[in-house]
């Protein structure tokens, strides 16, 4: 399995980026897909979810600024982030979760700084 992130980058406070993860070797459209984050000194966190049925779940400190979606079509799962606060400053990790097993991608880093 194997999970590929990009579209992190550096961007100013108040501003938008949208990250992408890319599936292989997995059954896309039957996998939970969710985005963590891990900030400096703290430990990993939920930011985002989507269930293989679309249902979506958020971390309190980002709803109403950031959307996750699936395209099952092309085995991807995004996140837009809006009006970014640079408290959202963290590497960003893509997970997919089936059944009992988890997978991880390498992390995008997301720098929010003016």
Excluded: H
Aim: with cysteine; hydrophobic share 30%; charged share 15%.
């Amino acid at each position: 399995v194997q999970l590929q992130a990009s579209g992190g980058g550096l961007v100013q406070p108040g501003g938008s980026l949208r990250l992408s993860c890319a599936a292989s070797g997995v059954i896309f459209s039957l996998s939970n897909m969710g985005w963590y984050r891990q900030a400096p000194g703290k430990q990993r966190e939920l930011v985002a979810y989507i269930t293989s049925g679309g249902s979506t779940n958020y971390a309190g400190s980002v709803k109403g600024r950031f959307t996750i979606s699936r395209d099952n079509a092309k085995n991807t799962v995004s996140l837009q982030m809006n009006s970014l606060k640079p408290e959202d400053t963290a590497v960003y990790y893509c997970n997919a979760e089936i059944g009992s097993m988890n997978y991880w991608g390498k992390g995008t880093q997301v720098t929010v700084s003016s």
